[in-house]
């Protein structure tokens, strides 16, 4: 099936990043035909001194994206860009002026075709985006509210995440479609939007999975596994608590950390595989006689 739709996905992720809810509904898209300009994660606050790596890469991205006028095509009907945007938003000029220069740039990437409809696909809160989408003349503006951002943001202000959270109750209220990850978040805006849809998260499975390598069992079966990013939100103590508990099974940590994992790199029946392709990690999802999913237990994790 043809999709008849130019589509502007405002990712919320870097393309190059594991790959989630944003690159799955991407490259579905592109596979059925729509023309797809993924945007590349666009700043909601101001960065802290301890993320000056990512920074600096993703400047990195900026100015070899805006070498090009085309975008950087990465699968079919999908091309990447990655813009600057000042998180700044709720100083007016600031927004009115990355509005236009936003839209000026997307209509340059983005790959339009006669008679098909404009679609925005965000899986941000932020207003400027809404904004975008009015200077394009969008058809349909789509919030995918997969994630609690103003509950996600680790180290920002009290008055910036309730900043967020007005702009998502002001996203859920102006989007023509309302995608919701989780049945707590369709309770939450219940009373906001009371047609939008469930979506919950998923992926492709392989029709042909190999078990991943044996070092994955560093210590022999029962293996314990958990897959996806190791961040603030991951109980490192508990998994530390369970693997000092029962020396003779293998904790298998699968995906990209942004925390320190000192302590659980230091034992031997505990292995971290850093982040891995795709389709590595059917192969250790395989290896696994159980999985875990050790998160605290917070506001931005009930959802």
């Known amino acids: 099936m043809d999709l008849p739709f130019d589509v502007v ?4 992720k870097d393309w190059r990043s594991h790959r989630q809810r944003p690159h799955w509904v991407a490259m579905e898209l592109g596979r059925r035909g729509a023309s797809v300009l993924f945007v590349e994660n666009v700043a ?41 945007v000042p998180p700044l938003q709720h100083w007016r000029w600031v927004r009115r002026l990355a ?36 200077l394009l003349g969008a058809d349909l503006l789509i919030y995918d509210w997969a994630d609690d951002a103003s509950s996600h943001m680790v180290g920002a202000s009290v008055r910036h995440r309730q900043r967020v959270a007005v702009w998502e109750n002001q996203m ?8 919701v990850a989780s049945a707590e978040l369709l309770r939450r805006r219940c009373a906001t939007r009371p047609d939008a849809v469930g979506l919950p998260h998923g992926a492709p499975f392989p029709r042909q999975v190999a078990r991943a390598r044996s070092e994955a069992s560093c210590t022999g079966p029962p293996t314990i596994g958990f897959v996806g ?6 109980d490192l103590g508990l998994v530390a608590e369970l693997a000092r508990a029962r020396p003779e ?34 192969g250790y ?11 605290r237990v917070t506001p931005a994790i009930e959802v």
Do not use: Q
């Open 229 to 234: 990013s190791i961040t603030e939100f991951t």
């Open 9 to 12: 996905c405002f990712a919320s």
């Open 285 to 295: 999802l395989a290896s696994f006689d159980a999985a875990i999913v050790p998160y």
């Open 172 to 179: 859920l209220a102006n989007a023509g479609l309302v995608f």
């Open 249 to 282: 099974w293998s904790f298998v940590m699968v995906g990209p950390a942004r925390v320190r994992l000192d302590e659980l790199r230091a034992m031997p029946n505990v292995v971290l595989t850093g982040g891995l392709e795709y389709e590595e990690v059917h």
């Open 99 to 134: 509005a236009n220069r936003l839209a000026r740039r997307v209509r340059r990437r983005l790959r339009r075709r006669a008679g098909r409809r404009l679609v925005v696909l965000t899986y941000l809160p932020m207003p400027v985006i809404g904004d975008v989408a009015t």
């Open 44 to 84: 909601t606050r101001l960065p802290h001194l301890r993320e000056a790596k990512r920074v600096v890469a993703k400047l990195g991205r900026w100015t070899r994206s805006s070498v090009s006028t085309t975008g950087n095509e990465v699968a079919p009907g999908i091309v990447v860009d990655a813009p600057l």
